[in-house]
């Protein structure tokens, strides 16, 4: 398999992640969607990231669809999510949020990036979505004191959880304020522990 995207990316992360967990061999092209758009588009024509290229050439697009691929790969009793029941759903609420998070926070880049005079009012409105979906998570977090959020199981929340705060702490440090969400950056600090986050990592720069 090849996965394509750099893992400054917290969607390609959590894919890479959960293959290092799955203990699935790939070989990992970091292509930008930007510098490296034109060798992207053969296999995903949005030239979007992550893209998942199968040992038989078949391509997956989008980190939800991959994932979804992986766990059946993996099997219900190895898969990073309940098969079905509230522990599934609450898992998949879960990674929405934070995945959601980071659209906003993708956004918040680009806006500032790629335009000349911004839009203040585009640019509060991501702010505003950034810390109303970590409030929501700080308070959940804070009610669960397990290691992660289904006890000492790891699950697709945990990792993309993990991946958000990270995103978040690189990306946009003059924005917001980490401590302001403690449960979250112990959560975060928490799975940066394990070899399968330490395999799969790369610091995002701030475009100048």
Known sequence: ????????SPFVRRVGVAMQVYGLAYEHRPW?????????????????VP????DGGEVLIES??????????AGPDKALIDAAGDGRRQTLRRSALATGLCD????????RALHDVTSEAWLNRCETQVGAAMDALERERAGAALPYWSGDRLT???????????????????IFALARWPNLVAHGERCEALA??????????PPA
């Open 1 to 8: 398999m090849i996965l394509i995207g750099q893992f400054d």
């Open 32 to 48: 930008s969607t930007f510098g490296d758009a034109d060798l992207i588009r053969p296999y995903n024509p949005l030239t979007r």
């Open 51 to 54: 893209t998942l290229v199968l």
């Open 64 to 73: 939800f669809a991959i994932l979804d691929w992986l766990d059946e790969l």
């Open 104 to 111: 906003k926070m993708v956004s918040l880049i680009y806006e």
């Open 156 to 174: 697709h929340a945990d990792i993309s959880l993990a991946c958000a705060v990270r995103f978040l702490g690189e990306a946009h440090p003059t």
């Open 196 to 205: 399968a986050f330490q395999a799969v990592k790369q610091v995002f720069i």
